[in-house]
């Protein structure tokens, strides 16, 4: 425990860690407020904006609050009316509120594609005609209607948080233990009473902590931030009901897909995926900086080891030679993680066979497997995008055994990852 807190306060203590934090904390803040000073609502012919704003819608859908009815769509047009007119600037009906747009997209003839390409709202069509009727007579699910916005910011924040926290995790755990062999005290190190054993544990621990700990702090401040401004309404609503990017609900598979699911069930599913996504990231960044003899090249090593899988996936189709090799990268790196297991073998020519088998043997698994599962997704890039729900969701109606599977596999690459350089960084003290 003395060493882990020695580790731990080493590696916070460190001024590019402090004001890493400090930026991206003002950052995330900065995000988050876009949201509140960027709401409009237009109530009785009073414009709000800002966090009056969103008080003001919260304040309205609470008397309509509950499962809808064509009764209830009926009073808000009534009420409110349709929102009129268009912002070229921000391709959005002015004259809105959270209320009449919800009923325009969903329940009316009044479309917005974009500011040449628009009709307001004339007339209202009985929920039971509508998509989002459909769905919820198809599904047996209660079509409900709620504030339910501020999700879809706790997503979008918690998605930037993430992107800035893999950033800083990277920066923070590349010296853990590059430092040392930059330096040359490595030597020294290992000649102390504990530093063969317990020292790389601890730091191990300590930098496992550090990516743990930054995905908690995004995740409450998140949390919190979303509960002050917007609340939590809205998790027995439809996925695609709240989040902005799907306007429509998919009546694939009979409506019975990730666009109806409940908005806690992708929740649910997001928060672990980040979770993942950031730990992978820390055990990655542990793993580089045991191989790598600078903080510069462990941190090259591990933004490579997450960039290019994506820029691959940029370069493809679907079915596309690109697509193959970016879902088979992601298995490259555990056969060379597991090559410091080699080692120990005398024999130069056994050592080059086992090393070429550890190697080549997930790729040929990858390779056989690459229409069945998708090992990309394991990676913390692709587990911290939000629009991954709608693709899994895909994958998992036609085999169900895939978002669990993918989990696990992401699971095993952070438990890879961390045994290997510890295994590794033990080895460079026998060699």
Not at 366 to 376: A, D, I, K
Request: proline share 2%.
């Amino acid at each position: 425990m003395r060493l882990y807190k020695m580790e731990l306060y080493k590696i916070c203590s460190k001024k590019l860690f402090i004001f890493s934090v400090l930026a991206s904390l003002a950052i995330l803040l900065l995000f988050f407020w876009s949201f509140v000073i960027g709401a409009e609502s237009t109530v009785n012919g009073v414009t709000y904006t800002g966090y009056q704003a969103v008080q003001m819608d919260r304040e309205i859908t609470q008397e309509f609050k509950g499962a809808l009815t064509d009764q209830k769509v009926a009073q808000i047009i009534e009420k409110y009316g349709f929102p009129y007119g268009v912002s070229e600037d921000y391709n959005v009906f002015l004259y809105r509120n959270y209320l009449n747009n919800f009923v325009m997209h969903g329940f009316s003839d009044g479309y917005y594609h974009d500011w040449e390409d628009y009709h307001v709202g004339t007339c209202t069509y009985p929920i039971a005609g509508t998509d989002l009727g459909k769905a919820g007579a198809a599904t047996g699910k209660t079509l409900l209607l709620e504030y339910s916005y501020g999700w879809q910011v706790f997503t979008e924040v918690l998605q930037i948080g993430c992107v800035l926290g893999m950033a800083l995790i990277v920066l923070t755990l590349a010296p853990v233990f590059s430092e040392e062999s930059y330096i040359n005290t490595r030597q020294i190190l290992f000649t102390t009473k504990e530093g063969k054993t317990g020292d790389v544990i601890a730091r191990i621990a300590a930098g496992m902590t550090i990516a743990i700990g930054v995905y908690a702090v995004v995740v409450i401040l998140d949390f919190v931030l979303v509960w002050g401004v917007f609340g939590l309404d809205g998790l027995n609503c439809f996925y695609s009901q709240v989040m902005d990017e799907i306007k429509w609900i998919s009546d694939w598979n009979n409506y019975h897909n990730a666009s109806t699911d409940y908005m806690r069930d992708f929740i649910g599913y997001y928060v672990f995926a980040c979770f993942l996504g950031m730990t992978e990231t820390g055990a990655a960044s542990l793993y580089f900086s045991a191989h790598c003899k600078s903080s510069f090249q462990s941190v090259i090593a591990t933004a490579m080891s997450l960039l290019v899988p994506l820029l691959l996936f940029m370069l493809s189709d679907i079915r596309g030679v690109f697509f193959y090799m970016c879902n088979m990268f992601v298995l490259i790196l555990p056969g060379i993680a597991l090559m410091c297991f080699v080692s120990g073998i005398a024999n130069k020519v056994f050592s080059f066979i086992v090393k070429t088998v550890c190697c080549m043997f997930p790729v040929v698994v990858g390779y056989l497997l690459r229409r069945r599962f998708m090992f990309y997704t394991a990676l913390p890039v692709w587990l911290i995008m939000r629009n991954m729900y709608s693709n899994m969701g895909i994958w998992r109606s036609l085999y169900p055994w895939m978002q669990p599977a993918v989990f696990c596999f992401a699971a095993a690459l952070s438990v890879i990852f961390i045994v290997c350089s510890w295994k590794k960084y033990r080895f460079l003290y026998s060699s």
